[in-house]
């Protein structure tokens, strides 16, 4: 079955800086690749996605990559803010199935 | 729209009780919903697909007489942990997908179940 490997586990950024997290796959048939952040008891939140055929996509703040090739994603925020803190989790579907990595804990220091 | 709702929110049982929890699509008709669960600070680990009308998928270490997995209609499915034990508490989170095309899910707020 599909693995999904994340890193870092823990990742604090100066308010303002950026972040990046990145995720490897290892089913090549994956083809699509969601990211969430899930505060402390509550849902994960969909914040952006990319499909197979696509390899960047931006919204505001935040982008992905896709390297199809290498078998590996990753997600950038730029202009980080303290609410930007949470837990992010990268995915790969197969046969629309999820796949999550072990999470980032993402800390903006003010 | 794309609603996705969980009850009971929390839950606190007795060793060797059954706790059911109910997710139902709030908005549009789920032909898929997904059980997961999720230990402190860990991911989600998919426990079960099921599909409307249909048995569960269980994936692989999951037990099925153990964790029985109802979707009776288009917008609701039910988890029942029978016969539960302290090491079943965790976050449980219900996820439902529109159709078969489509890849994504929406989640529910979870259920925290704790067994004493």
């Known amino acids: 079955g599909e693995n999904v490997e994340q890193h870092p586990s823990t990742l604090s950024v100066q308010e303002g800086d950026s972040a990046v997290i990145k995720c490897t796959y290892s089913d090549s048939a994956s083809n699509y690749f969601p990211w969430y952040k899930q505060e402390l008891g509550k849902r994960p939140q969909l914040i952006i996605d990319?499909?197979?055929?696509?390899g960047e996509k931006k919204d505001q703040r935040i982008a992905v990559t896709l390297n199809k090739t290498a078998k590996h994603f990753s997600l950038h925020i730029t202009e980080t803010q303290p609410e930007d803190s949470a837990v992010y989790f990268c995915a790969a579907s197969h046969a629309r199935q999820l796949t999550f990595g072990s999470g980032t804990q993402l800390t903006v220091l003010p | 729209g794309a609603v996705v709702s969980q009850h009971p929110s929390w839950v606190i049982c007795k060793s060797g009780t059954s706790v059911k929890i109910e997710c139902r699509s709030l908005d549009f008709q789920a032909t898929t919903m997904f059980w997961y669960r999720q230990f402190p600070k860990q991911s989600l680990m998919l426990m079960a697909t099921s599909n409307e009308g249909s048995k569960a998928t269980y994936e692989q270490g999951v037990e099925k007489d153990k964790f029985l997995i109802n979707h009776a209609s288009l917008t609701l499915s039910t988890l029942t942990v029978t016969s539960a034990h302290p090491e079943d508490s965790s976050f449980y989170i219900c996820?439902?997908?529109?159709?078969?095309?489509?890849?994504?899910?929406?989640f529910g707020p979870g259920t925290r179940l704790t067994v004493t």
């Open positions: 996820s439902a997908r529109r159709d078969q095309s489509s890849y994504e899910q929406y």
């Open positions: 990319i499909r197979s055929n696509v």
